[in-house]
């Protein structure tokens, strides 16, 4: 089973697969949490609520797959140790239907990930309709070409979610025990917003959406009080379609060259006793943090929004890149809270080669910028979908599956999971269950490549992007 069961106790006998199940809620247990009991009269499931009850359900379903002659009787006491389970996926660089969409989140429930990480918006698209701001999915959603992967077009792309389509992604989640987690990006990474509404950028000069990968110097004006009252207005329009309880703000690669060239950036340093470029976008973040929290929200950042050291403890921050100067560490030691996705462990637009199953598997959730509250500190873990190099649903399929699945089984057995091999044996009596869903996963000899091989993939992934913007995002990276 996977991910493998916090308890499992073999009991004498067998039970058909076709034996009556009796289902009930018992409030001693955790929300998480669920206990299935197999005898060769019935099987009996308890969840601690609906979300613990179809956890028992999915387990149940990996059983019969297992033994499809009979069931053998047995004792299984389940619960999480992280409660954060995430898989991300990137509408924003390329855009897919809400059919792959919906059926990656089913996948994703087979393996009990409890949080999808909705990428919606980047410097080459915004995909949601907006009531409020309508020109955000009449313009933002559109670019004219495609410059990534070597790729050269001209042609229009772009695409967004209608709102009824949001609705609907969210309710299968709901359904399956999931919680969107939607995220805007912000300051950086705003091209498509700022090609929508330029006044909210530090020059109100033109901007064109996004056509090439990258980090790009374009950014929301911290200076002006307007730029927060179209964001808390943005942010109003969002969660009245995503109502869960964390919302992803970003924060990373924001170049601050505009910053230092605007005097309303520069005022608002003055009168807010700001010492860095770095502390005025901890400002920027805890202001649009605070109207989150205002809300009922948990605000939830990526690592750089640290880099100032004034960021609320009461921000989440997802671990991505390494530590800068002890800041992360720092967070956390005020009582913060982190998600932990190293980009070698958990990137899955990496090929195999780069990131290997055993890679994912061997995710460390407690490196050394988690101070010294360490695992207190987490509260779980994620995988992610970045799609510059990914424009179909078979491919991103075969990225992220079964890759998705080793991180699922890190964040629900937490640090003392069962060895690898353990895992991937698992995971071959497993592959039915890809193909029930119509997923296509990558063949098994692409699991974990050998050195030549990884490094021939390498160099393919690296030859892909073009030279220019690579040197560009570096000399953009300095400025972060
Ligand atoms: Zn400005």
């Not at 799609?387 to 599956?401: P, S």
Request: charged letters at 25%.
């Amino acid at each position: 089973m996977l991910p493998y069961p916090k308890k499992v106790t073999y009991l004498e006998g067998i039970a058909s697969p076709a034996c009556p199940v009796e289902e009930t809620m018992n409030a001693s247990l955790e929300t998480e949490e669920y206990h299935i009991h197999i005898s060769p009269e019935k099987i009996l499931l308890e969840g601690g609520s609906k979300t613990g009850l179809s956890y028992g359900k999915t387990t149940l379903e990996q059983l019969k797959l297992l033994y499809s002659q009979g069931l053998p009787c047995m004792e299984i006491q389940d619960k999480p140790f992280y409660p954060y389970r995430s898989f991300h996926i990137d509408c924003a660089r390329h855009f897919f239907p809400a059919e792959q969409i919906k059926k990656m989140i089913r996948m994703c429930a087979e393996f009990k990930l409890n949080h999808f990480h909705w990428h919606i918006s980047d410097d080459q698209g915004w995909r949601v309709e907006s009531l409020r701001f309508p020109r955000l999915h009449e313009i933002g959603s559109v670019r004219e070409g495609d410059h990534f992967d070597k790729c050269s077009s001209e042609e229009l792309q772009g695409g967004y979610y209608t709102r009824r389509e949001v609705k609907e992604i969210v309710a299968l989640c709901e359904e399956l025990g999931i919680e969107v987690v939607p995220e805007v990006d912000m300051p950086g990474h705003v091209m498509a917003i700022l090609a929508a509404y330029p006044q909210y950028g530090c020059e109100n000069r033109e901007v064109k959406v996004g056509t090439r990968s990258g980090i790009f110097q374009e950014i929301l004006c911290a200076g002006k009080e307007e730029t927060f009252t179209f964001i808390e207005e943005l942010l109003d329009d969002l969660m009245e379609l995503f109502p869960g309880r964390y919302f992803h703000i970003g924060g990373d690669e924001a170049p601050k060259s505009h910053w230092k060239a605007c005097p309303h950036c520069r005022k608002r340093m003055e009168e807010e006793h700001l010492e860095s470029f770095q502390q005025l976008q901890g400002y920027v973040e805890n202001r649009i943090s605070s109207y989150l929290i205002s809300r009922g929200k948990i605000p939830v950042v990526w690592n750089e929004a640290v880099y100032g050291g004034n960021l609320d403890p009461a921000v989440v921050v997802q671990l991505w890149i390494d530590d800068r100067d002890g800041m992360m560490k720092a967070h956390l030691d005020k009582g913060g809270k982190a998600v932990v996705s190293n980009v070698m462990n958990s990137y899955c637009d990496y090929p195999y080669g780069s990131v290997s199953l055993r890679n994912m598997y061997e995710l460390n959730t407690r490196p050394a910028e988690l101070g010294e509250r360490g695992e207190d500190s987490v509260i779980g873990t994620e995988c992610l979908m970045w799609t510059e190099h990914v424009r179909d649903g078979a491919r991103m399929e075969e990225l992220c599956w079964p890759r998705f699945a080793a991180s699922a089984q890190v964040g629900w057995c937490g640090p003392d999971r069962p060895p690898y091999e353990e895992f991937e044996q698992c995971l071959m009596k497993l592959l039915p269950l890809f193909e029930r869903h119509g997923i296509h996963i990558m063949e098994p000899e692409g699991w974990n490549p050998d050195p030549e091989t990884a490094a021939a993939q390498i160099a393919a992934f690296n030859a892909s992007m073009f030279p220019e913007d690579v040197e560009a995002s570096g000399k953009a990276a300095e400025d972060i």
